[in-house]
């Protein structure tokens, strides 16, 4: 069975609008080809199937959930993506640390995924 894409993996359909949030240099090539009619938004102007937010840090995380949220649909996917622990960036997050503070905005994390050799994602949902 060929390897899924970034964009299977984040499970983006068709007719889907997305926000992308700090996404590093040249992301949106590593993704894949996309469904049809999807929508990019480039600010979180709403209301979005889905958004992956990249965050470095805890107070990056908690800024950004907070301001993110309003902006998902109900049954919307928010992929937070974070560096792995095997990354040469430090950082002061794991997919543990978001999966415990993601109750505090009213979601919780259902899924893991990795995005590439230096980045895996957690995808929270509103409850």
Not at 36 to 46: A, F, Q, R, S, Y
């Amino acid at each position: 069975m060929p390897n899924k894409t970034v964009a299977q993996k984040l499970l983006i359909k068709e007719g889907y609008t997305l926000l992308f949030v700090n996404p590093p240099q040249g992301y949106k090539a590593r993704l894949g080809s996309l469904p049809k009619n999807v929508k990019v938004l480039t600010e979180p102007t709403g209301p979005a199937d889905l958004i992956q937010v990249f965050v470095d840090t805890r107070k990056d995380l908690e800024a950004q959930l907070q301001r993110l949220k309003p902006a998902l649909k109900p049954k919307g996917l928010l992929w937070v993506t974070y560096h792995k622990g095997t990354s040469k960036i430090k950082t002061d997050i794991n997919r543990d640390s978001i999966a415990a503070y993601a109750p505090s905005v009213g979601m919780e994390g259902v899924a893991l995924i990795s995005i590439d050799d230096d980045w895996s994602a957690i995808r929270l949902k509103i409850v």
